[in-house]
């Protein structure tokens, strides 16, 4: 029969695994969960940039001074924060703001490491981390501030998702790429793909059936190697990943890609990384 941990850890690597951004709806989860008790953003890290977008706020702060920011909070992350050297989030001026569908890029993001990153996925599911996340040292983004919008994901009779200011970052320099593990590759062959990160979506969502997808929602754009469009969905109040291909990720993928990371133009600096 084989190691049933290793066989139910499979399965759920299936669940999570990124998807087509077009792809059909998943309905795997069971009835919708009661939201998690504590703060609205558990990893003091995400906290301390979610308030920088929502806040608007400009500035430059050095790993040191993240470290106390994190520190004072209690609370410990699952991410390299030891490594960081450097944090800017600047205005772009309105001459040189890029624009895309008549959308402008508002601002402009940089963070410096202390060198390149490669260590397994912080997230892992039921202790196996499904492959390693590798980050440049520099990563700089330009962000859209795009307005709200009410959206049905699942046709004229689905939900009415109400969708709130949305921050979409689309990485300029650098790169943030997820190597699938070779024992997952030969398991599931393309149904977990390797991913090239093309932007990165903060916005809050309104109106969704589970609740877990009400509030702030977190949602990763990229690649895979062929260049299929995939999204990848987070939860910050309890810090995990979600089964991909739920309804407000598809809504904020569907809002925010055609600026940000257009289906018809992938990056085109997209794997010429070598690992």
């Not at 998690?36 to 940039?49: K, L, M, N, Q, S």
């Not at 046709?155 to 699938?180: C, K, N, Q, S």
């Not at 598809?250 to 018809?264: D, N, T």
Request: with cysteine; aromatic share 6%; hydrophobic share 45%.
């Amino acid at each position: 029969m084989g190691n049933p941990l290793l066989a139910a850890a499979i399965l759920a690597v299936l669940l999570f695994a990124a998807v087509p951004a077009r792809g059909d709806d998943d309905r795997l989860w069971g009835a919708p969960a009661a939201p998690a008790a504590g703060p609205e953003v558990r990893d003091p890290f995400f906290a301390f940039c979610v308030a920088l977008a929502e806040g608007d706020s400009l500035g430059v702060w050095s790993g040191p001074e993240l470290a106390a920011r994190i520190a004072a909070t209690g609370r410990r992350s699952k991410l390299p924060v030891e490594m960081v050297v450097r944090l800017e989030r600047r205005e772009v001026l309105l001459p040189l703001q890029p624009s895309h569908r008549g959308r402008h890029a508002v601002r402009r993001w940089r963070v410096e490491l202390d060198g390149d990153l490669a260590r397994p996925l912080p997230y892992s599911i039921l202790g196996y981390h499904p492959g390693t996340l590798h980050v440049s040292r520099v990563l700089e983004a330009l962000e859209w501030v795009l307005p709200g919008s009410s959206v049905r994901v699942d046709g004229p009779d689905g939900p009415e998702l109400r969708v709130g200011t949305m921050h979409a970052l689309r990485l300029e320099v650098g790169h943030v790429i997820l190597d699938a593990d070779g024992l997952v590759d030969r398991l599931l062959g393309k149904k977990l793909d390797d991913t090239w990160t093309e932007a990165f979506v903060l916005a809050r969502v309104d109106g969704a059936a589970d609740p877990r997808e009400n509030g702030l929602n977190g949602v990763a754009l990229g690649r895979s190697r062929s260049g299929r469009p995939l999204n990848g969905a987070f939860d910050f109040r309890r810090d995990e990943v979600l089964p991909n291909g739920r309804p407000a990720a598809r809504a904020l993928s569907g809002l925010c890609r055609p600026v940000v990371a257009p289906y018809e133009q992938p990056d085109p600096r997209a794997w010429t990384w070598k690992p």
